[in-house]
């Protein structure tokens, strides 16, 4: 979705740009839809330009911890 005349997209997700880890394909692909439709950018693959990520488990790698 896109705010009225300003071309800026709106929705719970709007501004966010999103990554997720640990789900299956179709998982995935829900995941996906439901971050694009609440107005959130999706990146299949861990990004700097991620803002979120998503997980399945809780991960405590010291990887993860230290992405920013």
């Known amino acids: 979705k896109m705010a009225e005349g ?7 997700f709007a501004g966010l740009k999103i990554c ?3 789900f299956s394909g179709p998982e995935r692909a829900t995941i996906a839809k ?4 609440g107005g959130g950018v999706y990146f299949a693959d861990l990004v ?7 997980t399945k488990t809780v991960n405590k790698s010291a990887k993860l911890r230290c992405v920013t």
């Not at 700097?48 to 998503?54: M, N, R």
């Open 6 to 12: 300003s071309g800026a997209p709106t929705g719970p």
């Open 48 to 54: 700097k330009q991620c803002t979120h990520l998503v």
């Open 20 to 22: 997720v880890t640990g």
């Open 34 to 37: 439901m971050i694009q439709s």
